[in-house]
């Protein structure tokens, strides 16, 4: 099968940065003369790492030329809703991540209101605000229309249930924010933080495994979700991110360089090689092999055999090398117990702590419980002042939790 072609404009995605890699974003165009600033910003969004789609109104389309939207994105553009049902493409439930409406009108605006779905616009609006896909309007009109009772009762209905960027008040007009507010509003949206961006950190992520023979492997049940999801955290927060990633059922994150690994010793050789190079912050949540084969068969070990021993030496540990190649990077370790207490939890953590000169553990048991509703975790975040218990979270909001308690750590010191 032919390959398709990558689109040259396609060039330019995430040259500015990774905060929106992964990211489907709607950009919906209305009539107004403000719609020629849309490009600017459908080019910014892409520079960010987003995927954008355009849906452009028939008044914005005889400002401006479908085509030329093309040209901006790559995508094709939505100018009128066919059997393709191109409204539940991109605005059903999950379809995409954010829906902005640049520039809107005080018309556009009405009908997200009144929930009238008869243009191509006020259609996928419809169908988004139904699927809970956010939402952000970003209002230009003349003076008068704005201070209209009818559109401020509009706004006061929607302001709970969609993000609006106010509108700059000049010569008359409620002209449309810029785009690069724009920009700045979601990236902010999407977890950026001026304090982790430009930050470069080294993660590690997923189980490793341990070949006995060349089929036969030893391994253990992580699913390297909750540090591809704080991977995840840190690309939107702006963080050059290095993941160096085990053998996890989860997809990477977009954004994220990548450096697939299998084994314990191949991880180590990975996260030595990394650190050759400069890092703020060294993440290491993969749940790396503690024991390995002595001996691998170099052939498959016969399955007549009615018994087999294997021998299994210690792994190095990657943690208590981290400060000898860079004394001064900020570390995170996890740790691991199974079926413990709290008390005997948050000891092996401050032990981790004081031998790895870590600056901060995540501890957590994965026995019974943990393995009863495994999307869920209940986490202590260790110090050498302070002890966080998050209590049972998803795993998004765990990773959410820990990348804020990273920020606080980093902006102190």
């Given at each position: 099968m032919k390959a398709r072609k990558k689109h040259p404009s396609l060039d330019i995605v995430s040259s500015y940065g990774t905060e929106l890699a992964g990211k489907k974003i709607v950009l919906c165009v209305a009539g107004s003369v403000a719609a020629y600033k849309s490009i600017e910003l459908a080019r910014l969004l892409m520079r960010h790492g987003a995927d954008v789609t355009c849906v452009v109104s028939d008044a914005a389309s005889k400002?401006?030329?479908?085509?030329?939207?093309?040209?901006?994105?790559?995508?094709?553009?939505?100018?009128?809703?066919?059997g393709k049902l191109e409204h539940i493409q991109v605005a059903d439930y999950g379809k995409s991540d954010l829906i902005i409406v640049y520039p809107a009108t005080a018309n556009t605006l009405g009908k997200l209101a009144a929930g009238i779905d008869d243009t191509p616009i006020a259609t996928i609006l419809t169908v988004g605000f139904g699927s809970k896909i956010p939402i952000l309007i970003a209002l230009a009109m003349h003076q008068s229309m704005y201070e209209n009772v009818a559109v401020k009762k509009n706004i006061r209905f929607l302001k709970d249930k969609v993000d609006?960027?106010?509108?700059?008040?000049?010569?008359?007009?409620?002209?449309?924010?810029?785009?690069?507010?724009?920009?700045?509003?979601?990236?902010?949206?999407?977890?950026?933080?001026?304090?982790?961006?430009?930050?470069?950190?080294?993660?590690?992520?997923?189980?490793?495994?341990?070949?006995?023979?060349?089929?036969?492997?030893?391994?253990?049940?992580?699913?390297?979700?909750?540090?591809?999801?704080?991977?995840?955290?840190?690309?939107?927060a702006g963080a050059k991110v290095t993941l160096v990633y085990g053998s996890g059922k989860e997809e990477p994150p977009k954004g994220a360089k990548v450096i697939r690994v299998d084994t314990a010793k191949a991880m180590f050789d990975a996260v030595r090689n990394e650190l050759k190079k400069k890092f703020d912050v060294v993440i290491l949540a993969a749940a790396v092999s503690d024991y390995v084969p002595e001996r691998i068969e170099k052939s498959k070990i016969k399955s007549t055999k009615k018994q087999v021993i294997i021998k299994l030496k210690q792994a190095p540990k990657i943690i208590a090398?981290?400060?000898?190649?860079?004394?001064?990077?900020?570390?995170?370790?996890?740790?691991?117990?199974?079926?413990?207490?709290?008390?005997?939890?948050?000891?092996?953590?401050?032990?981790?702590?004081?031998?790895?000169?870590?600056?901060?553990?995540?501890?957590?048991d994965v026995g019974f419980l943990y393995r009863k509703n495994p999307e869920n975790n209940n986490v202590l975040l260790v110090d050498s002042k302070n002890v966080i218990q998050t209590g049972w979270k998803k795993k998004n909001q765990i990773a959410k939790i820990i990348r804020t308690e990273i920020e606080k750590r980093l902006k102190n010191t």
């Open positions: 400002l401006i030329k479908p085509d030329y939207f093309k040209w901006a994105t790559g995508n094709e553009v939505i100018t009128k809703l066919t609006f960027i106010s509108p700059q008040m000049i010569e008359g007009k409620a002209k449309a924010a810029e785009p690069e507010d724009v920009l700045q509003h979601v990236l902010r949206k999407f977890g950026f933080s001026s304090i982790l961006h430009n930050k470069k950190i080294l993660m590690t992520a997923g189980p490793t495994i341990e070949y006995i023979d060349p089929v036969r492997v030893i391994t253990n049940q992580s699913s390297g979700k909750t540090g591809v999801l704080l991977a995840s955290e840190l690309v939107s090398q981290i400060k000898k190649w860079q004394k001064n990077v900020f570390l995170v370790g996890f740790k691991a117990e199974a079926n413990v207490s709290k008390q005997n939890l948050l000891r092996e953590a401050r032990k981790k702590l004081g031998e790895s000169n870590a600056d901060l553990i995540v501890a957590n």
